[in-house]
Each structure stands twice: as C-alpha cells, then as structure tokens.
C-alpha cells in the first residue's frame, strides 16, 4: 500500500474544505491512500471557533470519495515503509503534471502568467511507500493546478465535486429550502471583507442595490446569505426586495431551529454549512469574489456560467448584470477567456473564484 500524507490547513470552514479538496486530488494524482493529519480549528470571522476541534473535524462534516487511513488506528506498520517528504512554502506555487507532459503554448495559455513550478509527484517519489505533503499552506483550488491527461484531471474533478456535505446536513438544508419555497439567493460576505481595501469588495449599500437589481426581479423572493446581518450595506436591498436574513430565519423560526438543534454539532461553521447548502436550492444564486464560501456554492450547482454580486469593470475584465464577460475569444482557459489573468494579479486564479474547467 502506498500512503499519502497530508498536513491540513488551519482557517475558517471554507478554506478548510479547500484545503481538504486539494488533499483528495493529490490522492488521486498519486494513487495513493489518504491520510489527513493536524486537523486545525476552525475560524469565523477571523478568529478560533472555542472547543470545535475537541467535538469534530472537517473530515466529521464531509463525503471523503478516496480510501482514508489514520496512522494512529492503522494495522499497518508505517515506521517499515520508505519515506519521503514534500513541503513547500505554499503548495499553490506548484502546477502538477503527468509523463505527458510539454511545456509548448497551450500550458504558457494554462498559467496565464503564473510564476509556477512544474512538478511532478509520481515521477519524483513513485517508488517511497509514503509521501508527506507537509506544507503549512496546502490550500488552493484544485481547478488551475493540474495539468494532466484528460481522462486524469477529468477523474480528478469528478473525485473532488464529490466532497460535499454528509447526508444528514443536505437533508437538513432541504427541509429549509423547501419551507421557503421558491426564491433566488445571494452570498454576501461581509465581516473583515469591510476592513480590507480591495476593489472588489461591497462597501456601500448603493453598489450592492444596483448589482443586485440588474440580476433578480424585486417581485421575488431574496434569501440573503452572509456573514453579518447587521451590516448597513444590506439597508437599500433590504428596502426594495422581499428579503429573507437566512440564519435569522433558521434561527428565529421554531421548527427550523430544531432541524438545526438535532444536528450532531451547532456553531457558526455548522451555521455556515447549512446556510451554504440552502443556496444551492435557489432558482438563481450570485455570490461574492475572492469568497471560497460563495466557490463551493456554484460547484454544487454545476452552473458553468457564475453570477457575483460584484462591479468589476477593467479593460479586459469586466462583470455585467452579474456575469463575466468573454474579452478573450480566442483562448481556452477560463482566466484568459475573462481576462482574468490580463487585469487582475495572476496569483489569485488559484483562490478567488470558482472556474467552470472544475465540471471537465
């Protein structure tokens, strides 16, 4: 047996997940068996959940679609296995090949002007009957760092769109979302997003009214996911749609309370889980940029065309009445077709939205 070790990233719920996500892919990539290991807590809003990591784990809240090993629980011998180790600075500064590999236009397309290393696990420690990626940072989007055969990277999305929620939370977010009925629904991250200065981000209950506006009718209903209901960004919206304060509604409605009370755990990140898998029920979701929270949204849904709630309007990249527009016909990949990677740091395609290339 051939083991994949993998040291999990300390953030809040999503990024954990993230982190999770990429842990899965190496897994596959490699062919090897998963074993996660430092589970951190989880954080809300930038600061440490007390006492979750002493009643569960990301592993407690999700489907894990690959064989899964714990070395403390495992007959196995692992001390006799041969053994190597992987730790680099940040595990997103990595493009992951295959012996197919050629570095010619189609991959310069692929980075888009990332500054990437090309590795290449299989052939680097094939033969070691354990791999330790032991990075402090192994957290990014699987989409834009494998570049693989296609049947490869095809069951490599495939793998990771199966890390969702464990049944009794979809249940549980179905029985929500049916008692609502029909509406659309928005992810708005708030929270320490106020305190960063970043073009993208809504600040102002002007901007967040017009955005919204241009995508859903005011006639219907809209459930409004965020992380601080109290902001007054919301006041405009709030105003001229027939709105729905999503945990508010959970929380303050008898019966949906005790669907969230009869879950094995209750906390802001449990809060999030649910609030996250209402959305996917919405007739039309649009979410926030550079919010993995609003990412795992639109994987769910399978949309490969993704609204935000956004205003971005640069040369070559622009959001109109919520979508991306195509600038770049020409080319393949979804950060050139947007611009993305022309206009924004190229970095950040490997965090700040959901690509469709993850439904391949």
Request: with cysteine.
């Amino acid at each position: 047996m051939r083991i994949l070790k993998y040291r999990m990233y300390g953030a809040g719920l999503s990024n954990q997940r993230m982190s999770l996500d990429m842990g899965v892919a190496l897994s596959v990539y490699t062919q090897r068996a998963f074993a996660p290991y430092e589970f951190k807590s989880m954080e809300h809003s930038g600061r440490a959940l007390r006492g979750q990591i002493d009643r569960y784990n990301i592993s407690d809240l999700f489907e894990i679609p690959v064989p899964m090993l714990d070395e403390a629980a495992s007959s196995i011998p692992w001390s006799g296995l041969s053994h190597a180790e992987f730790a680099p600075e940040r595990l997103g500064r990595h493009v992951f090949v295959d012996d197919t590999f050629q570095h010619d236009q189609r991959f310069d397309e692929f980075l888009g002007r990332r500054d990437l290393t090309v590795t290449d696990l299989n052939a680097l420690y094939g033969g070691e009957g354990i791999l330790d990626l032991a990075s402090r940072r192994n957290f990014c989007n699987v989409t834009p760092l494998f570049y693989l055969k296609e049947e490869v990277r095809s069951a490599i999305m495939h793998t990771v769109r199966q890390v969702i929620p464990k049944a009794l939370y979809r249940q549980a977010a179905l029985r929500i979302a049916e008692r609502i009925g029909g509406f659309n629904a928005i992810h708005v991250r708030q929270g320490d997003f106020l305190n960063a200065d970043h073009p993208f981000d809504i600040k102002d209950p002007e901007s967040l009214l017009a955005n919204v506006d241009s995508i859903f009718e005011r006639d219907e209903t809209l459930v409004i996911c965020t992380d601080d209901e109290n902001s007054p960004n919301f006041s405009l919206v709030r105003e001229h749609f027939r709105c729905v304060m999503l945990e508010s509604y959970i929380l303050e409605d008898p019966e949906l309370k005790q669907i969230y009370d009869d879950l094995p755990f209750q906390d802001e990140a449990i809060m999030g889980v649910i609030c996250q898998l209402v959305c996917e029920h919405a007739d039309t979701f649009a979410g926030s940029l550079r919010s993995t929270y609003t990412n795992y949204v639109h994987r769910a849904r399978g949309e490969a065309e993704m609204l935000f709630i956004n205003t971005l309007e640069r040369p070559n990249v622009k959001i109109t009445d919520g979508r991306f527009e195509i600038t770049q016909t020409d080319k393949e990949f979804s950060w050139w077709r947007t611009g993305w990677c022309m206009d924004v740091d190229p970095s950040t395609i490997a965090w700040m939205r959901e690509w469709p290339e993850v439904f391949a």
